[in-house]
């Protein structure tokens, strides 16, 4: 039998793969991203069962990568001392593991889709501003769902058959940052590109785009890649891809191929904006790079989201990531409530007009065609 690569091989062997010519409009040329390899890979005894639990182990046996298959379905021996430990070791372990029961019950996730599912919970990178930050129970692992094939068939429950219903991939993971080690994303768009009324949205920090490109999507994915200043990607975004790897892979997805690969559907997801220091020249040169090179998109879209942290958020980044640049004054924002009682600090309604006003006016000049899905 021949012996598993190396971690070393490994990481080589995914740079070869996404080592290809970029375009030549991007103003920094896109680097090989560097992709997540996990320290540890875990597998529940019921992941072990599942048919694409069994897939995704043969897949990280054969990358070389450390695995053990748990004696029981609990996840334990996740903490450190402390927790800056405990954040250490998570963020360099992915557990398989099966969704539980209520993971078929879905729910709507508006404004980005009328519902929501899981392939996973837990991001492989560190982003300062992080919105699973609070939202999830436990150290930050990144959970992996055996049982997909399951979750699948179960969104045929909610598919309306009159119309078009749009299911939120990425609410608490970035697929494409565990796609090297899962293939989960891949399975997501196959099913999806065979439903009539599906559609699949999902949106990533990550470039390793190229084996996504000859997936039959049907046109029934949206491809949406979640952009930033250059400062506050390069500050705020650890173990992310670049901005330009981004944009070219966004490039890349949009553009049709010869061999009928690319075509999707796309979309810019710019988050969380700021009005960091010369906030207006910042987030100029970032359209001036989509439109260099996603303009010829036909079918483009833009999901505009605020900063704005709860006060358990806070709490969590702030332990984090200690010396953070990321401005978190309460004093400085407006507070908005919501039907159930809580609470988040965002900005103030001046500083929200114009920030709004400058980025609908400028994609509405520089993409006339694209649509503003909404401002938050």
């Known amino acids: 039998m021949a012996k598993p690569a190396g971690r070393n091989t490994l990481c080589q062997q995914y740079h070869m793969l996404i080592e290809e010519p970029v375009s030549p409009l991007l103003s920094v040329a896109a680097k090989p991203q560097k992709l997540w390899i996990p320290k540890r890979v875990l597998f529940t005894p019921e992941a072990m069962e599942e048919s694409f639990g069994q897939q995704i182990f043969d897949r990280v046996s054969h990358l070389g990568l450390p695995v053990e298959v748990l004696k029981n379905n609990r996840l334990t021996n996740l903490r450190g001392e402390d927790e800056k430990e405990t ?4 963020k360099t372990t992915m557990a398989v593991v099966t969704a539980p029961p209520s993971a078929m019950k879905l729910q709507p996730i508006p404004p980005s889709a009328d519902w929501q599912f899981h392939l996973a919970q837990g991001c492989p990178a560190h982003c300062h501003y992080c919105y699973l930050a609070g939202s999830l129970a436990g ?9 997909l094939p399951s979750i ?8 309306d058959p009159l119309k078009p219903t749009s299911f939120e991939a990425s609410c608490y993971t970035d697929p494409l940052g565990i796609e090297h080690l899962t293939g989960s994303l891949a399975e997501c768009i196959r099913f999806f590109g065979k439903q009539e009324n599906g559609r699949l949205r999902f949106t990533t920090k990550f470039a390793n785009a190229d084996s996504l490109l000859q997936v039959p999507h049907n046109g029934n994915t949206r491809w949406r890649f979640s952009l930033n200043a250059e400062t506050v990607a390069k500050r705020l975004e650890g173990g992310t891809a670049s901005l330009s790897q981004r944009i070219e892979a966004m490039r890349k997805a949009a553009l049709p191929r010869a061999d009928g690969g690319g075509g999707y559907p796309i979309g810019a997801v710019i988050a969380p904006i700021m009005p960091i220091e010369n906030w207006e020249a910042e987030y100029t040169g970032l359209l001036d790079k989509l439109e260099a090179n996603v303009g010829f998109a036909k079918d483009l879209s833009f999901e505009l989201i605020s900063h704005r942290f709860t006060p358990g958020s806070k709490e969590v980044l702030s332990g984090w990531y200690p010396n953070t640049s990321l401005d978190m004054n309460e004093a400085t924002r407006a507070v908005k409530r919501n039907k159930f009682g809580g609470f988040k600090y ?5 500083v929200m007009a114009e920030l709004r006003h400058f980025f609908e006016s400028e994609i509405s000049r520089r993409f006339p065609n694209a649509k503003i899905l909404y401002w938050t």
């Open 87 to 90: 954040y250490r070791l998570s």
């Open 139 to 147: 150290p930050p692992v990144v959970r992996v769902f055996a049982n």
């Open 152 to 159: 699948l068939e179960n969104t045929k429950n909610y598919i």
């Open 346 to 350: 965002v900005y103030t309604k001046d």
